[in-house]
């Protein structure tokens, strides 16, 4: 299979890759490795101007490369951003991005899942 | 833009030179064709070569293209021990598949017939079987055991009274389990009537077989797996034995009317060359090859959570079939595409995510079939070329594993 040029860039230098320890993070997961595809993001959740905001987000995906590429633009781009169980773009909008083909749409739905699923839950630990 | 990974396709046996180059170790998928082969392939080609249609002998061109395409059959014959006439000229290994059992199966009746195969062959067996149960065969498909060695027992205990025809392969094409023909042809010969076909497509010059000793009925060969030309095979039809086959195709009556067309002389002296090099090397290339398939598999053997497939001690020196715990199987093929050029144990495609249906009958569950890799080494594989396949897939494999938070054998 072919990939576009921003799919292999942040599948082979998935910078967010990882898991986050500190304060105030929020985690979530969908899918099953059984099942072949499975997405976690930890999102830590900081305070600006009485709004909340993600500070930092870390991923972790067994999964395609298409799949792990859209989450480390994911955990990029919604840092800074507001702290809302919505992606940064939507599914279908991140398709066309990484030019994904529709039979794994299903696939970019499980990143959705696993970010409203980080979302809203509650924090690991709260801040001291 | 969609693009391929950026390095190109190196040339088999030269050296490796620079980061952009990919090493070849997709040898069973299918092999350069040897310098040497390659030579006499285009001395058939150009006006003053054999260009003469091998059926017209009404003139010397005719007649000189003749005479290499018959030295071509006795030297094909020669390397699986079979005698010249039994050679039959096809396409590949998948049109003597075809030849083979729809050959078989039309000439003795029309349907209800019984065949014996395995649940790991070829595809190119298992559709024809499967288009022959439309037509109202009955097919038993033997589960090999967690090896993907068949016991010769599971062959006799299926065999029924209408059984005419049994097809099991030699070397499996996926992870190199060499099957004992020799037990199989002995509980075949057994029963009396039922044939016995042999895909051997990925034997000649890897592991000996011998056509006329071991009393095979049929033989499925192919030369480009054998550093011959795609487009060239042959059926193995055994005339001491009496083996009768019903054309598939017609329209000249070549080939002792089993496979009418002109013979392409080219490739079948192709083939012949190829073949008798390759029997000629096997004993040094296949001693060679062992090792560095031995040097491959300890080197990825120390990442950990790494599984082999395929029998201990039966498998061919050329193939090495490895899991991987705890990554995706796309992303490792992706992962290790740009370094080396291999085959994935997953017919994984992004419409049809179908492991490999080898390692499911093997008993490996979903994930690990889609996470395996076919290393295939050959004639030009070299120390530094394995040496630098192990250094791509455990950087990939590390580096995949570290994504998916995955810990080997948790």
Known sequence: ?128 | MTVAPQPGPRRAGASMTGPRQTVYLDYAATTPVDPRVAARIAECLTQQGAFGNPGSTSHDYGEAARALVEAARVQVAAAVGAAPGDIVWTSGATEANNLALFGVANYQRESGGHIVTSRTEHKAVLDPCRELERRGWRVTYLKPGGGGLIDPAQVAAALQPDTLLVSIMHVNNEIGVVQDIAAIAAVCAAHGTARLHVDAAQSVGKCPLDFAGLGLDLLSLSAHKSYGPKGAGALVVSRARGVQLKALQFGGGQERNLRSGTVATHQVVGMGAAFELAAAEQTAETERIALLRERLWRGLDLLGGVLRNGEPGHTAAQLLNVSFEGVEGESLLAAVRPCIAVSTGSACTSSNQEPSYVLRALGRDDRLAESSLRFSLGRFSTEAEVDAAIDAVSRAVTRLRRVAGSRPGA
């Not at chain 1, 995906?61 to 799949?67: G, L, Q």
């Open chain 1, 1 to 128: 299979m072919n990939y576009s040029n921003l799919t292999w860039q942040h599948f082979n230098n998935p910078a967010c890759a990882g898991v986050l320890t500190g304060a105030a993070v929020r985690r979530g997961a969908a899918g099953s490795r059984a099942q072949g595809i499975w997405v976690q993001f930890d999102v830590q959740i900081g305070a600006r101007h009485q709004e909340s905001i993600v500070e930092a987000v870390r991923f972790l995906a067994y999964a395609c490369p298409h799949v792990i590429a859209v989450a480390d633009w994911v955990a990029q781009k919604a840092a800074g951003g507001p702290s809302e169980p919505v992606l940064p773009e939507s599914v279908s909008a991140l398709r066309e991005r990484f030019e994904v083909p529709i039979e794994k749409l299903g696939r970019l739905l499980i990143v959705e899942d696993a970010w409203i699923a980080a979302l809203s839950s509650p924090y690991l630990r709260e801040s001291a």
